[in-house]
């Protein structure tokens, strides 16, 4: 948690490395406003995501909310193509990490089009 991660980085730990969900259990980012908010409290901290990632999908999340690396294992060996699975992953990362950098649409409760008009046919 964060007074937890506040008190590692405090004592000289060069990371912090929060839970996805237990580990080796593949359930993916459990409480995702906890590394939102571990990242926007500790912007200068690393934060490597540790444990619970399944599946591509989950690791690109954790990226999404702006953890530094994910540290995995069981995903992957456990994977019935681990060679597969573990260029899944770096792809995930990668986007993850890139859609991170670019900063999300905000969130809106109603629509909002963005398509261009301008040389529409009337």
Do not use: F, W
Not at 18 to 32: E, F, K, R, T
Not at 39 to 49: F, K
Request: aromatic share 2%.
């Amino acid at each position: 948690d964060l007074i937890m991660a506040k008190k590692l980085l405090n004592a000289g730990c060069p990371a912090v490395m929060p839970l996805a969900a237990p580990i080796g259990s593949g359930m993916g980012v459990q409480n995702p406003s906890n590394l939102r908010i571990m990242r926007e409290q500790l912007p200068d901290a690393t934060i490597i995501v540790d444990a619970g990632v399944g599946v591509p999908s989950d690791a690109a999340l954790a990226m999404e909310l702006g953890a530094d690396a994910i540290l995995m294992n069981t995903a992957i060996a456990e994977a019935g193509d681990s060679a597969q699975m573990a260029t899944a992953m770096k792809l995930a990362v990668e986007a993850g990490h890139l859609a991170y950098l670019s900063g999300r649409m905000p969130k809106r409760l109603y629509a909002s089009a963005s398509s261009p008009i301008q040389g529409a046919i009337k």
